[in-house]
């Protein structure tokens, strides 16, 4: 089997990846990857595959990487909400352009060659705000932010190959995902490294905010079954079934680290945040999966990942890059809080 795998130099794709050469070792794995901001060679070490260099939206490079591939699974997105919010038409245009236009154009060398399988990887944040009960596959598609709203328009895309022709395409939904290699932009790596060097910890509004929280290789092991095992046309959510309060997150995380809770700065809230999230994953647990970690075991070798790997996370935080973006997220805003 040869399978490839866009955004894999990413958090989610990486993690994928590493799940693929211990449970499935037979399989031949190739990543497509533009390396932008939130992708590292670095996050597939000590792994082998063949790794392209390369954008999801150029007909070229996407059809020289599924030469002989089975199997598409795509990763590759732009995925952070903040950064789809921030106001720079380059930056929001990104968002549409991979998370939608990329979709189309993959779709369309998937549909030539005839491949066996198409997953794309899709968000719970499509579904929008959950005030209450639990999002099942069936619901309306609801997004809210720039972001859900351009990964329902490529959920869309892929699914109008399935329905016009015939592309075997599997969408998987997936909750909010932590873990090692995760881009420290996002809630738990941002909160983690923050508090590791004494540093305020954002959080927005009233911190009451909640999310269904899963381990990226649980993650990982529900998008594998999925495209393995779902059904062509279908939709499957991938729960950890751990929901939690962004302020309990972050109680919990200066609790590991051993640092005082003073350090919670409540700072402007995130334009249109989304209260809740919460999947019902009953549909995907008939196809034999079933999370693997604990909640807390999960965050406790997240934390300890994050303690051991300075080198990982230094190499981001400290260029020009990150640096910029983080001034401009959160500058103000911590010297209004
Ligand atoms: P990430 O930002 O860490 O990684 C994205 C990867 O895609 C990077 O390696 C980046 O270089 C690559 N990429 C971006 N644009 C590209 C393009 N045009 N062509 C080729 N490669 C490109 O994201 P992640 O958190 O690993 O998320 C992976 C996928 O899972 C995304 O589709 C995201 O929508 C979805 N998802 C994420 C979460 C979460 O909590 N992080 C939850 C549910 C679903
Ligand atoms: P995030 O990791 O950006 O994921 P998403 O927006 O896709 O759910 O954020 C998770 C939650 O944490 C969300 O409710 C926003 C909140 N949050 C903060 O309170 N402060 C922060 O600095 C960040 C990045 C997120």
């Known amino acids: 089997m040869k399978i490839l795998v866009t955004g894999g130099a990413g958090f989610i794709g990486s993690n994928f990846v590493r799940l693929v050469a211990a449970e499935r070792p037979e399989f031949r794995v190739v990543v497509l990857d533009k390396l932008t901001y939130a992708g590292r060679v670095q ?72 491949v066996e399988r198409f997953i794309q990887v899709s968000t719970d944040e499509v579904y929008g705000d959950v005030e209450s009960g639990y999002s099942v596959e069936s619901d309306p598609l609801a997004p809210r932010s720039p972001y859900a709203a351009s990964k329902a328009g490529g959920e869309l895309i892929a699914r109008s190959y399935f329905v016009s022709h015939g592309l075997p395409v599997i969408t998987t939904r997936g909750s909010n995902t932590f873990g090692p ?37 649980d993650h990982a092991l529900g998008i594998l079954l999925a495209g393995e095992r779902g059904k062509p046309g279908e939709a499957y959510n991938v729960g950890g079934g751990n929901e939690r309060y962004n302020k309990e997150i972050v109680a919990q995380i200066l609790q590991l680290l051993g640092k005082p809770q ?71 805003r911590l010297q209004n809080a």
């Not at 591939?69 to 990104?94: I, Q, T």
Request: glycine share 6%; hydrophobic share 40%; proline share 4%.
């Open 262 to 332: 003073s350090l919670i700065k409540h700072v402007e809230d995130r334009a249109g945040h989304d209260r809740r999230y919460a999947l019902n994953f009953e549909k995907i647990k008939g196809l034999g999966y079933a999370p693997r970690h604990s909640f807390e075991d999960a965050l406790r070798e997240t934390v300890a990942w994050f303690q051991e790997r300075q080198d990982w996370w230094r190499a981001i935080r400290d260029g020009a890059d990150y640096q910029d973006f983080y001034r401009r997220q959160y500058a103000q």
């Open 43 to 114: 996050n597939l070490e000590n792994l082998s595959c063949e790794f392209v260099e390369g954008d999801i939206c150029d007909p070229q490079a996407v059809s020289r990487a599924m030469e002989g591939c089975e199997m598409v699974f795509n990763f590759a997105a732009e995925s952070h909400v903040d950064r789809s919010l921030m106001g720079d038409p380059d930056l929001a245009g990104a968002f549409v352009q991979t998370d939608v236009y990329g979709v189309y154009v993959l779709c369309e060398e998937a549909k030539k060659r005839g």
């Open 181 to 217: 290699y995760q881009f420290p932009e996002k809630l738990i790596p941002l909160m983690v490294t923050n508090a590791i060097d004494d540093k305020p910890l954002p959080l927005y509004g009233d911190g009451m905010q909640r999310r269904d929280w899963i381990f990226a290789l």
